[in-house]
């Protein structure tokens, strides 16, 4: 996902010249000398993670202290502006603006970045200085052997003034810990302005609270990607300050009032310090308000015991990774898992207080029931292909949760059905409405607690009634003028992909005729199949062909792109609800798998205008950005399983790796570590309503997922040699299972594969009709 800035460091090197076809070792990758540039895993842990892999090249990542789905990500920030600082931090750069208590994860916008702490000695700056020159500010250079991260945790040492940084987290709030030298002049800058992007036009106000002569009470609107959202924070220092500034629009205020309120808000918290003292903070935040971040603070971090909190968030971490446990004598190869397994929990994010209240997308604040929880941050338009399904199997008692939440957001918000809500405000990006996606995932695979009826009633407003970027003319006409919107290719396809979900739970709630209905427009995509072409391709109000058409191209003309963040190669293999019929308008099996070899096989040439998301690439097959994630698979739905191995091995192999620029593209909060886990354990969703699971090839000799409640679900390999990659045959439970896919519920209460790996393609296994994956245009 791209919304590009002038400041992003220059695409690197695409990655598709890389090989193909061999060993885990044999190409290299995983045991790379760049891998050292990772902290060393003890090697002992079972489960050991490389904070920083993604944090450099397009990746997005912070490396900062989080737990499981935490409200707070208490991280490091390196720059606050650019496509390639979404997170606030980017592996390149050599010296740190200050700790803030919110980040999001791998996303092609930015935002957050709340409430920044810098710990200082000398003289006062109240502005973070240049990058080039980090002296002229508070930023301080660091030297990147001082840096180390694990799941909880984050430490540092700021070079130019000797202080030790260490951070750890709970749900809701964020523990600081400082080691200071012996300075008469130790202080801390508050800086309430610190935001993503220009505070000109994305920082409405600050405000600013002594409640005591050790706690701060501070909130802040800002615009930078969610409108006007609110939030509102509580930081106690460990000690009494010496003496507290605060300035406002860079002029000094009287730090005694009630409440200080401006555009440009900062302080200045000062002490005397001796040799290695520690000065801590700990903040609570929220989303309801002052009161909110008090009480977090206090439900959470009760006492000043930095290792405890340190300890918990470690435990927490242990726990969610041992929910997959793999066999693999390769040690960079468990990294990489266990920091992609990471990394996929670090999105959705909570957003609720500890009592239950939580901030609605009508800035209201609401009450949860007992034992429920609100989420937000969805990415949703990447996270329903792979993050989301991978969330069935091993997170599935947060899923009803996350599925109320959805269903809140689209009664409580004034823009309907969530497309991409941050902190009760809706961003509006992307294209379609995939909230409907994991929504129908959740109730075709039984979710309980969940009521669909209210869920069927924000849908039917969205796919019935709303005028939503031309929902209008893909009811009236069947597909959308590319004369009249923007990325009508995609955007249809998209909705024909909401419509197959939504229309199964009308099916769920008895609206037969709505689902019927829904079906047959879901395949609105053949509008746009031109035979003379083999291509889908834009075509204009009047019907005809919209000229000139390029397949590389992003669309006719350049008032607007008519395909999102992709070209016509990797949309026209867009169809993930309807493969089967589609193969048959491609012209069948053969003609469908020579479409496939010309994407995967032939050049990378991309116009001078292609955004950098169309990354990591293989021909025409781009890795880095989601719409081509499930286009591997599609081979086996024509019979040919063997090349969806060899794709797919390629791409897991060659794409990423244990390092900063360990990923083709944006990690999409979640997405792409999530098709790396699917992927590398054998298996995964091209369409995640249908329930079905397509086999790939599996990375490991054994995985093991704890689905909960005691089930296990075993992936078990057993390969003629240590190279071998094609499925040759598949027992479940014991007895022969003949189809080369598998259903959700044929797993959910557990089970064990056994996976016979060749070293030769099986042109047996997965070829026949009835043995292969089928799309079924039906609702259930």
């Known amino acids: 996902m791209t919304r590009r800035n002038s400041n992003e460091i220059t695409r690197r090197e695409l990655l598709a010249s890389l090989s193909a076809i061999g060993a885990i070792s044999a190409s290299g990758l995983l045991d790379s000398p760049a891998l050292a540039l990772a902290p060393a895993a003890h090697p002992t842990n079972p489960y050991p993670v490389n904070i920083f892999q993604g944090t450099g090249g397009h990746g997005h990542l912070y490396p900062g202290a989080t737990v499981p789905f935490g409200m707070v990500q208490l991280s490091p920030d390196t720059f606050n502006d650019g496509w ?197 903070i700990k903040a609570g935040i929220s989303g309801t308000g002052l009161d909110g971040a008090q009480k977090n603070l206090k439900a959470e971090i009760p006492a000043w015991d930095f290792a405890k909190v340190q300890s918990d968030a470690a435990a927490l971490w242990q726990t969610q990774l041992s929910k997959i446990q793999i066999e693999t004598p390769n040690r960079n190869l468990r990294t990489l898992f266990y920091s992609s397994l990471y990394h996929t929990m670090l999105g959705p994010t909570l957003f609720d207080d500890t009592d239950g209240v939580y901030r609605g997308m009508d800035g209201k604040n609401h009450q949860l029931e007992p034992n429920q929880r609100n989420y937000t941050t969805f990415s949703l338009w990447d996270t329903f292909r792979a993050e989301h399904p991978l969330m069935t199997l091993i997170h599935a008692d947060r899923v009803p949760d996350m599925i109320n939440s959805l269903i809140r957001m689209a009664e409580q918000s004034p823009a309907g059905m969530p497309v991409w809500p941050l902190q009760g405000t809706e961003t509006g990006t992307m294209t379609g409405y995939h909230s409907a996606s994991v929504m129908a995932e959740a109730c075709v695979k039984g979710f309980p607690g969940i009521d669909w009826e209210r869920a069927y009633a924000v849908m039917h407003k969205r796919a019935f009634v709303d005028n939503y970027r031309g929902l209008d003319w893909y009811r009236k006409i069947g597909y959308i003028p590319c004369d009249l919107e923007e990325e009508s290719v995609s955007k249809t396809l998209e909705y024909d992909y909401n419509d197959w979900a939504v229309a199964h739970v009308a099916a769920k709630v008895g609206e037969t005729h709505d689902a019927n209905a829904l079906l047959e427009r879901s395949r609105n995509y053949r509008n746009y199949w031109d035979q003379s072409t083999g291509f889908l391709r834009p075509k204009f109000e009047s019907t005809k062909w919209a000229v000139p058409f390029d397949p590389i191209d992003m669309g006719h003309s350049s008032q607007w792109r008519d395909y999102t963040e992709s070209n016509a190669w990797q949309t026209t293999f867009g169809i993930q609800h309807d493969v089967t019929s589609y193969i048959e308008l491609l012209g069948g099996d053969s003609a469908f798998v020579a479409r496939l070899d010309q994407l995967f096989d032939g050049p990378s040439t991309l116009p001078k205008d292609a955004p950098p998301d169309i990354a990591g690439l293989i021909g025409q097959y781009a890795h880095g950005n989601e719409p081509s994630h499930h286009i591997a698979y599609l081979y086996s739905f024509a019979g040919q399983p063997h090349k969806t191995a060899e794709r797919i091995h390629r791409i897991v192999t060659t794409l990423y790796s244990n390092a900063p620029d360990g990923m083709a593209g944006n990690e999409d909060c979640g997405q792409m570590s999530a098709w790396f886990l699917l992927s590398a354990l054998g298996f995964y969703s091209v369409d995640p309503v249908s329930t079905k699971y397509i086999f790939g090839t599996p990375l490991f000799e054994k995985a093991t997922l704890n689905l909960g409640g005691g089930r296990q679900l075993i992936v078990e390999a057993k390969r003629e040699t240590s190279s071998s990659i094609y499925m040759k045959s598949v027992d479940l439970n014991g007895k022969s299972y003949p189809h080369s896919w598998f259903t959700h519920a044929e797993i959910q209460q557990g089970g064990r594969f056994l996976l016979q790996v060749g070293s030769k393609p099986d042109l047996h296994f997965g070829t026949s009709s009835e043995d292969r994956p089928k799309s079924e245009l039906t609702a259930s």
């Open 84 to 280: 390639d600082w979404c997170s606030g931090y980017h592996a390149s750069d050599t010296s740190i603006m200050g700790f803030s208590h919110t980040h999001l994860s791998g996303t092609g916008c930015g935002d957050l970045l709340d409430f920044l702490v810098m710990p200082r000695t000398g003289e006062v700056h109240l502005e973070p200085g240049d990058r080039k020159s980090p002296a002229s500010g508070y930023r301080s250079p660091f030297d990147k052997k001082t840096e180390f991260a694990e799941p909880g945790y984050y430490r540092v040492l700021l070079a130019d003034t000797n202080i030790q940084a260490e951070l750890t987290a709970t749900e809701h709030a964020g523990l600081h810990r400082y080691t200071f030298p012996a300075s008469d002049s130790a202080h801390f800058v508050l800086d309430l302005a610190h935001i993503y992007g220009p505070i000109d036009k994305n920082l409405n106000w600050c405000s600013l609270a002594a409640s005591s002569n050790d706690t701060l009470l501070v909130a802040h609107s800002t615009n930078s990607w969610g409108a006007k959202r609110e939030l509102f924070g509580a930081l106690q220092f460990s000690r009494p300050w010496d003496k507290l500034e605060v300035f406002v629009d860079g002029k000094p205020a009287d730090a005694s009032q009630k409440e200080i309120r401006g555009k440009v808000v900062k302080a200045v918290v000062h002490y005397k310090t001796h040799a290695k003292e520690q000065l801590l």
